[in-house]
């Protein structure tokens, strides 16, 4: 069924809506052409002179953007989904494209195809793309081709470059090394600088934190394309890989793995096409009857699966959807205290940064704070967060999630007391440790309220040996005793390496693909949410600071849902938890009570629901 665009169509189905958001990626030719249609010989690794390519007026492969059109056909990837040494209409998308376009009865002019791939994308490119094109364009069905896992995206100046096995390459050879970042005046100033990320990026990465990065990305695609109903099929290229590797590092990644929606993300791989000795006009990429036997094994696959599931409930890594199992699995973060203690109920006075010794810290046999979890008790409300949700330094009852709770239970005509609020935050979390803990989470247990504080964006996660550790502003500064175990001190060089080649504007990126993952998760979910982030004011100067594209993304962040609002901003300012440093318990209540405030509509609009 083609998706509705009541807002962007007239009567007789005409499209009146602007065309799509111009090409600002990594191609500096492209870049300097956009407003008018150009053709090329030679493109990317292809200089065989033996192909045309066409770039229309936006900067992207193929004919001009069709308003008229009735239906939309939107295109996105690397190399394999822009052709490479390939006439355009013999990549797989196309190919696919034109098989559901004759399915449906629809003549060539009814249909228009743009293709937004990119030669050399990383995944983070590719999820980009997708977010900001669908949402100007609305298409009636999206192809995306993801990338291999170990691309990654590094940041100079506003300027993305595409890190990966090339890269590596490159900085082996030192003439390619001195002509790296400048193949034009403007990117030639930037040439120190790309190489020290370059070479920090080469010396920081590791495949796990690779395959991570891509789960993240191909997800947050997922969730908004079923938010938005937008009919949508996917490959990627070492799947298999990707899987294994992130299955590797803890049970949350695990758990991230089964969340890869099967009849979204096919386990198809080009490269393993027949056949094998087929190749495009570069001598290097399939040929085209490799993209003609890839796109007849998508095409299907997808007549067998009728292209999407109801997004509202489907079928999620060949498991039952969201609430189907009511059992939590236990703590897996990074503090070695609670991952020692799980399976039994303690408390301690004294924990993480709080050694006052006035609070008490209870923690439960799964290893999260607060009383044990009971299933069978309702509503059940899920916190998600770092410190202010955790609540350092005050009792389990005063932050703010914790009041917020209280307030909506009454609100909803729930018994507060008998409320099940577990709190997953954790101390110094990041917005990726967020999002990838509340993803896990609300699949596994479908919970009534959802409560996220989200985090600082200079912080991260790191994949490191066996768990994913947290990264901060600390990390450079941290004084490393003498007596500090052997495997912590490799944690801490592995995260400050990180932090040689990872900008505030990539930082900036990580946290807002972070925050729009949670947003379209539990919209496709339809999970009742209120959240708040600190730090948002950080946030737009250091999407400012980047490339056109991050302003696209930020503007798709739903205001309503994720509040501009921090406790830290509450008065009395100068009025401290028990650690000295963060908020007291009357600071977190007047928070949660002006959060529930500017929630009530939400609130409203649950009751009926939630009972």
């Given at each position: ?37 150009h ?29 008229a ?128 990320r ?65 009849s ?18 570069d ?23 009728g ?46 940064a ?38 350092t ?15 909506w ?38 919970p ?48 400050r ?12 990126h ?102």
């Open positions: 069924m083609a998706t509705e665009r009541s807002d962007d169509r007239t009567e007789d189905g005409a499209v009146t809506r602007a065309g799509p958001r111009q090409y600002c990626g990594a191609d500096p030719t492209r870049r300097r052409r956009v407003g008018r249609a053709e090329v010989r030679i493109h990317d690794c292809d200089t065989s002179g033996l192909l045309t390519y066409r770039f229309n007026e936006h900067g992207y492969r193929g004919a001009s953007f069709a308003p059109a009735r239906r939309r056909i939107c295109i996105f990837g690397e190399e394999h989904a822009i052709g490479v040494g390939l006439p355009e209409a013999a990549s797989w998308p196309h190919l696919v494209a034109d098989a559901w376009r004759r399915s449906q009865g629809w003549a060539a002019e009814d249909v228009c195809v743009l293709n937004f791939a990119e030669s050399g994308a990383s995944n983070r490119t590719i999820a980009g793309e997708v977010l900001a094109q669908c949402e100007r364009l609305h298409p009636d069905l999206v192809l995306v081709h993801f990338a291999d896992h170990t691309r990654a995206e590094i940041m100079a100046g506003d300027r993305p470059l595409t890190a990966g096995p090339r890269l590596i390459a490159a900085l082996r050879d030192r003439r390619a090394a001195r002509e790296l970042g400048a193949v034009t005046p403007e990117q030639r100033g930037l040439r120190s600088d790309l190489l020290r370059a070479r920090a990026w080469v010396a920081s990465r590791h495949d796990v934190q690779d395959a991570l990065a891509s789960q993240r990305d191909i997800l947050q695609v997922q969730f908004y394309l079923r938010a938005r109903g937008i009919q949508a099929v996917a490959v990627c290229n070492r799947l298999a890989d990707l899987r294994e590797l992130s299955s590797s590092c803890g049970d949350s990644a695990r758990n991230g793995v089964d969340l890869l929606d099967a979204f993300l096919l386990d198809v791989d080009i490269r393993a096409a027949a056949p094998s000795a087929d190749l495009a006009a001598g290097m990429h399939p040929g085209p009857r490799r993209h003609a036997a890839f796109a007849a094994s998508v095409w299907d696959r997808l007549q067998r699966s292209i999407v599931p109801d997004s509202s409930v489907g079928v999620v890594g060949g498991t039952a959807g969201a609430g189907s199992v009511l059992a939590l699995p236990s703590y897996d973060g990074d503090s070695r205290v609670r991952l020692l203690r799980v399976g039994g109920a303690w408390h301690t006075d004294r924990f993480g709080d050694q006052s010794g006035r609070c008490n810290y209870r923690f439960n046999t799964l290893g999260y704070r607060g009383r044990e979890y009971d299933p069978r008790s309702r509503p059940r409300i899920f916190v998600f967060g770092e410190s202010n949700a955790f609540g330094g005050l009792d389990e009852t005063a932050p703010w999630p914790m009041q917020y709770a209280r307030l239970s009454e609100a909803t005509g729930h018994d507060p007391e008998g409320a099940m609020v577990v709190n997953f935050a954790e101390a110094g979390g990041s917005n990726e440790m967020i999002a990838r803990t509340l993803l896990t989470r609300c699949t596994q247990v479908r009534d309220l959802v409560l996220v504080d989200f985090a600082s964006l200079l912080r991260s996660e790191l994949p490191f040996r066996d768990h994913v550790a947290r990264v901060g502003p600390w990390l450079a500064t941290a004084d490393v005793p003498p007596s500090t175990p052997a495997d912590r001190r490799d944690a801490i060089e592995a995260g390496r990180w932090l040689q080649h990872h900008c505030v504007v990539s930082r900036a990580r946290s807002l693909q972070a925050i729009l993952t949670v947003q379209y998760f539990l919209r496709a979910r339809r999970l009742p949410a209120a959240a708040c982030i600190e730090g948002w004011d950080k946030l737009v100067d250091a999407v400012g600071d980047g490339p056109p594209s991050l302003a696209a993304l930020l503007a798709l962040v739903d205001r309503d849902l994720v509040q501009d609002a921090s406790v830290f901003r509450v008065e009395p300012i100068g009025e401290a938890a028990a650690d000295g440093v963060h908020c007291s318990a009357r600071r977190h209540r007047t928070f949660a009570r002006t959060l529930f405030e500017a929630r009530s509509a939400a609130v409203r609009a649950t009751q009926i629901e939630t009972r």
